[in-house]
């Protein structure tokens, strides 16, 4: 075999893998359908039929609660901006406190701090990455008002444990399902097991409309509230005869025409490419798994994964050199792909655990942490989540490859790529930056 590329051999593989794109004919028709029209975007933020949107925003939202079987779904204009509205809809302000997860996109745990609410991380489960029970049920006091669970890399949340917490503590759960838009949970789809769930359709995701996410709930009172909070809501509330006024004000996180044209096609497509997704993650699985000391995701019985990256687990000791010198030379033998020249389809650990961030570290702004109604002591203590902090640093490394458009044979280089670096990683022991 040749030597590794990182100590100057020839790599695996030189030209870059495919390009991730789920965009073709059908969007393209749907998108000059609507420019035709001229009407690119029809809400008013004002009471009317327009109040929720034109036809495409209205027919995407039809077909997006049907696929998540859930009563509402309302379009928006980002994942971020639906968790928002989800914070707010659920009447969450200053003094209170707001269970979530500190592994996952940074927008998550922003959500609460924006309506000057303090987040409380509590700590992950090793096996699904997800919030673990046992942890919520240690971070609850008398000023926790919601859960904020993510079905991280597409692996649902251990929602019955979670929804008698809930029941028990008297708390609202709010699904973040960016990464989970195909997962079940026990036959139900996420995004309808909480009492909101929020789902982003932005470039990177499994399928998108460039910006875009969609808040999903069966709840007559909150899919009130975040159509509110997503158009004006001040400027309707007397109108419409709202009842109940608080966070009622409101944002324009509106979704255009433009784009709902395109989401109903990319909808259509999610099945196609959730097949694909799952087969070239098995692949990988089933061959990754054959190198000792590194293990395949786990699927828990009665869950449905989406695979939006596969995360694995390394084991130093077991493979007796370190997951990022091996990830290191791995990366030296793969390159990345068209469209992300400069990144890496692999990489140890997600986002750092966000309460070593600096806005928590150093508690930026005047609300939510140093808010005079907050009677609470958080801690964003490094330490505070092993089980988070050890996978991030040294267990759990993440790759893209399983995504749609990699053929057999780009599969299979992947595999040679860990095969080349897994046979001679006597030669990492002691290597040195
Ligand atoms: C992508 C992502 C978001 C943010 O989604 P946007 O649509 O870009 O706002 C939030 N949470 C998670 C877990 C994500 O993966």
Sequence with gaps: MHKLAMLGGEPVRRHLFPAHNTIGPEEKRAALEVLDSGNLSQFLGAWGEDFYGGPKVQEFERAWAFHTQTTFAHAVNSNTSGLFAAIGACNIGPGDEVIVSPYTMSASAIAPVIYGAVPVFADIDPQTFCLAPASIEAHITDRTRAILVVHIFGHPADMDAINALARRYNLQVIEDCAQAPASYYRGKSVGGLGDLGVFSLNYHKHIHTGEGGLVTTNRDDLAEKIALIRNHGEQVVEEKGSKDLVNTFGFNYRLTELQAAIGIEQLKKLPALMEVRKHNSQFLSKHLDQFDGISSPYVAEDCVHSYYTQAFRYNAEILGVSRDIFLKALRAELPSSYGREKDSLIGGGYVRPLYLQPIYQDRIGRCAFNCPRYKGQVSYQAGLCPV????????????????????????????????????????LRDWHE
């Design 388 to 427: 988070t902090e050890r996978m991030h640093f040294s267990e759990l490394f993440i790759l893209e490859y399983n995504r749609p458009g990699m053929t057999k044979a780009d599969l299979q280089d992947v595999v040679n790529g860990f095969e080349k670096v897994y046979s001679q990683r006597q030669a």
